[in-house]
């Protein structure tokens, strides 16, 4: 195989790790925003209902209704927005993301300079640029503050390991 296409192929593919690197990460920041809203309605619709049963026993019926009525509006937010579905769904778009990256990184770093023939090295690109399409496709979107947030974390080094960073031993 040409030393330029292999280059190419190498370049394409650091290229696919950094786009899956930026958008595992916004979709783990969008799983975990969404896990601390399904928990801001959660815990004070159960603490809610409890004490509102509680209330309309002891025969304080105002009390007791007021607090059911916000547990119904908690409840009606929690079926409408779907928080803890969204955080699953993002945390699984960025697995998916991360399990790409490593497929690409292991390909990339261990098996393109062994592969001797240029139509295995470009269906195996072709693979991986597939699946990231299909991701593309099929994952939830995240908003402009979880891409920042990634961003600014990736630039800040989170996502690298000892041995990339040099500090292995």
């Not at 896990?35 to 815990?43: E, L, M």
Request: with cysteine; aromatic share 8%.
């Amino acid at each position: 195989m040409p030393d330029v296409t292999r280059e190419r192929v190498r370049d394409e593919l650091l290229r696919m790790e950094e786009d899956c690197i930026h958008s595992g990460k916004a979709h783990f920041n969008a799983s975990a925003r969404w896990a601390v809203w399904n928990y801001v309605f959660g815990i004070p619709s159960v603490i809610l209902s409890t004490a509102a049963g509680a209330a309309f026993f002891k025969d304080y019926p105002v009390a007791a209704g007021s607090m059911a009525l916000c547990v119904a509006v908690l409840t009606s937010l929690m079926t409408f927005l779907k928080p803890g579905e969204k955080s699953a769904d993002h945390k699984s778009s960025g697995d998916q993301y991360l399990a790409l990256r490593n497929n690409s990184r292991v390909f990339r770093e261990v098996e393109l300079d062994n592969t001797p023939d240029a139509e295995t090295v470009l269906t195996a690109l072709k693979g991986f640029t597939t699946r990231r399409d299909e991701l593309n496709q099929a994952s939830p979107a995240f908003s402009d503050r979880d891409f920042k947030r990634a961003r600014d974390g990736i630039n800040a080094g989170e996502p690298k390991h000892a041995v990339d960073k040099g500090s292995h031993q």
